[in-house]
């Protein structure tokens, strides 16, 4: 599993459904950037390999059904109703590093990712140090259940 350092490296192999995904400020606030009902699945592969996907549950169809197509209003909607990115990952100690070489949001293409784990109960807990999201700084905190 590459640099992977971490004995529990293993525990992450597999797929996982998202069961929820917030962001909370310093001061307690917590909001839900893909609404409350939002669905997804990150994928960890015994050779080194991560993917993760999040959307908005009830996104809506673009009029046309050209995949290469629609306005500028649904792409938009889209764009801010979806995220995905995959890559190479690494256990360290307490986190796991996404190293990622292909994103729906170009900023994250050739940049590593850090996230916090935790497991319990069948559950992998994800969580990131501060980030910018809507002009704050966040942390995400991101619980999947294993498929």
Not at 9 to 31: H, K, N, V, Y
Not at 56 to 85: M, P
Not at 125 to 131: G, K, Q
Request: proline fraction near 2%.
């Amino acid at each position: 599993m590459g640099e992977s350092t971490d004995s529990r490296a293993e525990s992450f192999i597999g797929t996982w459904r998202l069961l929820s995904c917030e962001l909370r400020t310093a001061d307690g606030d917590i909001s839900y950037p893909y609404g409350r009902d939002a669905r997804g699945y990150i994928t960890y592969t015994a050779d080194g390999y991560m993917s993760v996907s999040i959307m908005s549950d009830g996104r809506r169809n673009f009029a046309d059904g050209d995949l290469l197509g629609g306005t500028v209003e649904e792409k938009l909607a889209a764009a801010e109703s979806y995220i995905s990115y995959c890559g190479k990952y690494q256990v360290r100690e307490d986190r796991v590093i996404h190293n990622i070489e292909v994103a729906s949001f170009p900023n994250f293409v050739g940049d590593s990712q850090e996230r916090l784990f935790q497991f319990s109960a069948g559950r992998l807990s994800l969580s990131t140090v501060p980030i910018l999201f809507e002009g704050k700084q966040r942390t995400a905190h991101v619980v999947w259940e294993r498929v």
